[in-house]
């Protein structure tokens, strides 16, 4: 008795929880390389940013007082650290849909799995790290304004 090819089940590549492995994992080395490795944009250092910060306030408290109108908001200009930080976040929003494809579409779990995780800890670490970096600037900045206002009191 033979049996005969059509007969079986042909099992289906993963393709989705395949695509979606890749991209979790080219999200996640973009990520760390751009926090580890970065910023890799010119930047200023750090006593003039905060020189600049303190002489911004300072100008925005006078026009205040004099009752003029402050100056409107100017656009950010796209550095390579900003587009590192997009290309990161976008390719492990896509990791995950493609997990979430490949489960709905019963393919492989643990491939799926796999890429569910990857591309949600790209998102995750990339957006925890940014407010983690978020909060210790404003500590630093308030720990200016703070030394500040004890430098200048005549009390």
Known sequence: MTTDTTDTPQPTRPRMGIAGFVLGGLALLVVVISFVGGPFAPQNTVGVTLGDIAAEAGKATLRNWL?????????????????????????????????????????????????????????ALQFVA????????????????????DFLSFG
């Open 67 to 123: 009752g003029m109108e402050q100056p409107g908001p100017e656009p950010v200009p796209w550095t390579i650290d900003r587009t590192l930080w997009l290309i990161g976040v976008v390719l492990g929003v896509i990791a995950t849909l493609c997990g979430a494809a490949a489960l709905l579409l019963r393919e492989r779990r643990d491939i799926a799995l796999w890429a569910l995780g990857l591309g949600i800890s790209a998102v």
């Open 130 to 149: 940014s407010a983690l970096m978020l909060i210790v600037g404003a500590m630093i900045l308030c720990a200016l304004i703070y030394s500040f206002g």
